[in-house]
């Protein structure tokens, strides 16, 4: 099931995204009552896709994210895997939608993209065993952890460098019926391909990173977690229209804008 987040004549709702209803439609939303973290129904009013206003899939209390997840992409920046994951925070400001601008920060002149897998945390949880990890996720969603490289080679820790407004594009929706283990994630600036990669190459499953963040901090409903990016990682310019996509999901797009 696919579970959308949108606004439409200034209401804002969770919609399960169907097919055309018929040859030559469009693609529609079936309206939640209530949200998708709790016990939801359909309400079986539809609107098309094409009239809504996608928003972010989730409003997350944090993003947490995980750097150097993929070895090659690792090695490519001059860096090993390191022995315990590298783990950092996106705000809640950082977040923004499907079709939203990443606005260019004025601190950095490297802006990098980062394609990533997203999970979507669907319930409160600490201490989760490996062998429940799965329960507590609602499903996936594509996310780019846009990145000020200058600043992050610059400053100790990551805060500015990967936390800047519009810095964590997640979208257009979440996947809830999805093996994340082996799956095709790419990401193309302006339709020429930046990165390629498999899911599959994580160094940490998407289990293991559960285990461990929620090791030390409660993990709360619409919370999501990066999972790290594959290699090929390079930079943005103003102008460029950035798309993530990954296979069972969907793609992300985001144009790259100017800051006034
Ligand atoms: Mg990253």
Known sequence: ????????????????????????????????????????????????????????????????????NYTEHARELGNEVPDVPVTFFKPSTSVIGQGDDIVYPRISSDVHHEAELAVVIGRLCRDVPRERAREVILGYTCANDVTARDVQ???????????????????????????????????????????????????????????HITESMTLLPQDVILTGTPAGVGPLHVGDRVAVTIEGIGTLTNKVVKRD
């Open 153 to 211: 080679r610059r400053e100790g820790q990551w805060a500015r460098a990967k936390g800047f407004d519009t810095s964590c594009p997640l979208g257009p929706w979440i996947e809830t019926d999805l093996d994340p283990s082996d799956l095709a994630i790419m990401c193309t600036v302006n339709g020429e391909q930046r990165q390629l990669g498999r899911t599959g190459e994580m160094v940490r499953s998407v289990e293991d990173l559960i285990v």
């Open 1 to 68: 099931m696919r579970i959308a987040r949108f606004s439409i004549d200034g209401t804002v709702g969770f919609g399960v995204l169907e097919a055309a209803p018929s040859e030559g439609e469009e693609p529609v939303l079936d309206i939640i009552r209530g949200h998708p973290f709790a016990e939801f129904e359909r309400s079986g009013r539809r609107v098309p896709l094409s009239k809504v206003r996608l928003l972010p899939p989730v409003l997350p209390s944090k993003v947490v994210a995980i750097g150097r």
